[in-house]
């Protein structure tokens, strides 16, 4: 993929990671264009994080073409971190310093000069919201203040790639929102991201683009929008009934396919999902059927019901 005229940033070809006999990402294709904000949908394990380390240029590749920036990890290491801007996983903020401090010493690393450091990190700060707590210690934040503060930190090299791990992993809705929300300002300003998120909701909004993994390869890819589209039906019915009575049922429903009212059934453990062009009038037909169910729901399909479909299990049991 090429945007406005630019060559991709990142390619891959055959991208293979192994460690001994086991194999985390197995021969995967992608691109990410200049500007696009590319994301990896998938449960733990599926082979995103360990992508990402070889993306940043801290995990050889075993087999198969990565280029980053149009250079070569394996030759072009140092000169290819240099224009990354990393968020791990785990924070790895210095407690013991003051918020701002963080930001100087850490543009420090890049050869800033003081003063620049010193600029970048106050303009920084208040991007993310933090100018208030300059000089706070940062073992005192929340922990949405120290994600936001990662992500300051990662953008203190004016970094051509933000490479983002699970952004909000462990964060409260408030808090993922407040980060949500600096992503997207940064995606305004064409910034080129890549993150990894088992978040669907997190990927529908942030990202141009993405693929879905799972056990290590690319089952799907596409615009969150095409991937709704191609392997979901626009709405989903949600019944939960009685404990014990779903199991009483007996095929009651199976024949909404054959009758065109549903297009695909999933028993899960605890609800049963019809897929339908109609949800309201699915439900109708549920209960003109004499089936009752505690609590219905329609809503449209997500991403979730993507990953359904391509590997028969939610994120969130995965």
Request: one cysteine or more; aromatic letters at 6%.
């Amino acid at each position: 993929m090429e945007v406005e005229g630019r060559a991709p940033f990142i390619v891959a070809e055959g991208l293979t990671k192994r460690f001994d006999t086991f194999t985390a990402v197995d021969a995967i294709n992608f691109e990410v264009g200049a500007g696009e904000a590319f994301g990896f949908l998938g449960p733990n394990g599926a082979g995103k994080s360990s992508t990402m380390r070889m993306i940043g240029g801290v995990s050889p590749v075993t087999e198969g073409v990565l280029r980053v920036l149009g250079r070569d990890p394996a030759v072009d290491g140092p000169t290819i971190r240099a224009r990354l801007g990393v968020c791990p996983q785990e924070d790895t903020l210095d407690l013991e310093l003051t918020v701002f401090e963080n930001l100087v010493i850490y543009g420090r690393y890049f050869n800033l000069p003081r003063g620049e450091a010193k600029r970048r990190a106050a303009e920084l700060l208040e991007f993310v919201q933090l100018t208030d707590r300059a000089k706070s210690r940062v073992e005192d934040l929340s922990g949405g203040m120290k994600r936001r503060l990662s992500i300051a930190r990662a953008l203190i090299n004016e970094p051509s790639i933000l490479l983002l791990d699970e952004p909000t992993t462990g964060l409260d809705p408030q808090a993922r929102h407040v980060v949500w929300d600096r992503l997207y300002r940064l995606k305004q300003q064409g910034v080129t991201l890549v993150l990894t998120t088992h978040y669907m909701d997190e990927a529908e909004q942030l990202c141009d683009r993405l693929v879905v993994m799972d056990r290590a390869k690319i089952v799907a890819e596409g615009s969150p929008l095409e991937l709704i589209s191609t392997w979901s039906a626009p709405e989903v019915l949600e019944l939960r009934f009685a404990v014990g009575v779903a199991e009483t049922l007996d095929g009651q429903l199976t024949d909404s396919i054959h009758e065109g009212w549903a297009e695909r059934i999933e028993v899960l453990a605890d609800r049963i999902l019809l897929y339908t062009r109609d949800g309201e009038a699915a439900a109708e037909e549920v209960h003109r059927r004499g089936l009752h169910p505690v609590a219905t729901l329609v809503r449209r399909s997500s991403l979730e019901d993507v990953f359904l479909r391509l590997t028969g299990r939610t994120l969130v049991d995965s």
